[in-house]
């Protein structure tokens, strides 16, 4: 009589995601931003979100216990996990086996060449889960991958998501609404309640796709430019453009430059930065980088 084989666990049922932990000795940190999806709807809706046919290779940033990771590498030609937590890792070895590679790593200085590779440049698809406390930096970092990404799928606080998604003339739209509405289409899937999670965190998160714009709006020569008129637009809020930019210490503008800026680009000096769209910043930060260009 042959002996059943274990089962490999479940991430996903709480029960089995707590077993896991104890034999791990691992205890959630909050402070991390440590909570965990035991939602299968939810996940479907993740792996729906990033239209996997097949043949696309995922990168998983935040991979956790392996929930979503297990259910990207039943459709995905290939599964890379990222997970900074070394329990975590171990955890995921036995939730996910072969089905992944599993990378431990820090996202924020990784080496995304190194991880990716060059042989599906353009062809990666991300899913993202990111910490609330480190989703501004964690977001430029993932906007990194664009050259071997073209789509990503990614979970933030909805009170971020509101954010990023924010069009122009919207009291929510900041500096990452700028930035990654110029790399990305930007849109909303659906929000994903705190009772999803284990342990429950605090608020509520919701699903984002963000599709790499091809051909590029923001040239590799430009972003600087465009990186600092975004920053110093939005440095004080409450400051007309004019003076927001000849404030911004980034920016190195006397008023009456900034003032020929703004003319220069049809842009009314009274004008506050979340009323512009992103062809706007594009033109400031053209005009920027050509007056910074100039003998002064």
Not at 32 to 49: M, P, S
Not at 186 to 197: A, G, H, K, N, P
Request: overall charge positive; aromatic content about 4%; proline content about 5%.
């Amino acid at each position: 009589m042959s002996k059943d084989l274990p089962r490999t666990p479940d991430p996903i049922l709480p029960t089995q995601l707590r077993a896991l932990f104890r034999r791990h000795g691992f205890r959630p940190r909050r402070r991390l931003g440590q909570t965990f999806l035991v939602d299968r709807n939810i996940v479907r809706k993740i792996v729906e979100a990033a239209q996997l046919a097949g043949q696309e290779p995922v990168l998983e940033v935040g991979a956790g216990a392996g929930a979503v990771t297990a259910a990207l590498a039943a459709t995905a030609r290939r599964v890379v996990a990222i997970e900074v937590d070394p329990t975590l890792v171990a955890i995921l070895h036995e939730t996910v086996g072969d089905g992944a590679t599993v990378v431990c790593a820090d996202m924020l200085e990784v080496d995304w060449g190194q991880v990716l590779g060059s042989e599906f440049k353009g062809q990666w698809r991300v899913v993202a889960n990111l910490p609330y406390a480190i989703t501004g930096p964690a977001l430029l970092r993932l906007a990194e991958t664009r050259e071997w990404a073209e789509r990503m799928v990614i979970m933030v606080q909805a009170e971020v998501a509101e954010r990023l998604a924010a069009p122009p003339g919207t009291r929510t739209r900041g500096t990452l609404s700028v930035i990654l509405q110029t790399l990305f289409e930007v849109e909303i899937v659906t929000s994903v309640s705190r009772t999803c999670f284990w342990p429950r965190p605090r608020v509520d998160s919701t699903i984002l796709t963000l599709n790499v714009r091809r051909p590029a709006l923001l040239s590799a020569s430009l972003e600087p430019a465009f990186r600092r008129v975004v920053r110093a637009a939005f440095g004080v809020r409450r400051k007309t453009l004019s003076n927001a930019l000849a404030h911004a210490s980034v920016m190195d503008l006397s008023k009456s430059e900034a003032k020929r800026l703004l003319s220069q680009c049809g842009i009314d000096q009274a004008r506050r930065a979340e009323t512009l769209s992103e062809a706007e910043f594009l033109r400031l930060a053209s005009a920027l980088a050509q007056l910074q260009d100039r003998p002064r």
